[in-house]
């Protein structure tokens, strides 16, 4: 049973476009929602995180955006660059006390 | 400051060999876990732990033995190495039952399965 549905599996964006992840998660008791990034060769490292309590959170180019009635949160990258292209992967946890659970991951190509 | 380092970086094994995955972090967590990433399946829990000497299974738990002897150290053994296990793996660590849950992820190891 996947707990937490990414889509889409991979995403074409020209430069300067906006690029948009979606993700959906099924455990309710879920609170913490973070979303990482990986580079090619490298380990997945925090872009950024979000919990229930709001409905956005922005962190320069980069908003989350979350419907805890849908049970839906997703990743704006506003004016993408092609040093965004990478992997992304969404996550959920109950306030680190239980082990993160991943999306299947979103491969980011952001051309010129 | 070191972070979370892993060991070997790439590794070969034949078939029924075994081999023990190190892990290692300097940031006193208490929480630490091995994931492996494999094509279009994402990253998947193996096994964690909460602390030294209390570990628990992840979502693909067979073929894995882990134990925490220490807050540092988190070694994955691979008893018999099979070819299905041919991947790239990760631990992590991170700080337990606290606000500031961020995960911190080493730089992984290529392990194939010949």
């Known amino acids: 049973q996947q707990q937490v549905k990414q889509s889409p599996q991979s995403l074409i964006v020209q430069k300067g476009g906006i690029s948009i992840i979606n993700c959906a998660y099924e455990n309710t008791a879920f609170d913490y929602f973070p979303w990482y990034q990986q580079f090619p060769g490298k380990g997945p490292a925090l872009l950024i995180a979000?919990?229930?309590?709001?409905s956005e959170k922005k962190e320069g180019r980069f908003t989350i955006s979350f419907n805890k009635s849908a049970k839906q949160f997703s990743l704006h990258i506003m004016d993408s660059q092609p040093g965004d292209s990478a992997t992304y992967f969404c996550a959920a946890s109950l306030s680190g006390n239980t082990p993160l659970v991943f999306g299947k991951g979103t491969r980011l190509s952001v051309i010129a | 400051n070191a972070g979370v380092t892993q060991t070997p970086k790439f590794q070969v094994l034949k078939t029924g060999q075994s081999m023990t995955l190190q892990c290692a972090q300097d940031m006193n967590h208490e929480y630490m876990s091995w994931y492996r990433q494999d094509p279009g399946m994402g990253l998947r829990l193996i096994h964690y732990?909460?602390?030294?000497?209390?570990?628990d299974q992840g979502e693909v738990p067979n073929g894995y033995n882990v134990s925490r002897s220490t807050t540092e150290d988190f070694p994955l053994r691979l008893l018999s190495a099979a070819p299905s296990q041919t991947s790239v793996y990760f631990c992590?660590?991170?700080?337990?039952?606290?606000?500031?849950?961020?995960?911190?992820f080493g730089q992984g190891t290529r392990l194939t399965v010949v």
């Open positions: 732990s909460v602390g030294a000497g209390i570990t």
């Open positions: 992590a660590s991170s700080y337990f039952g606290r606000k500031n849950t961020e995960a911190f």
């Open positions: 979000i919990r229930p309590d709001v």
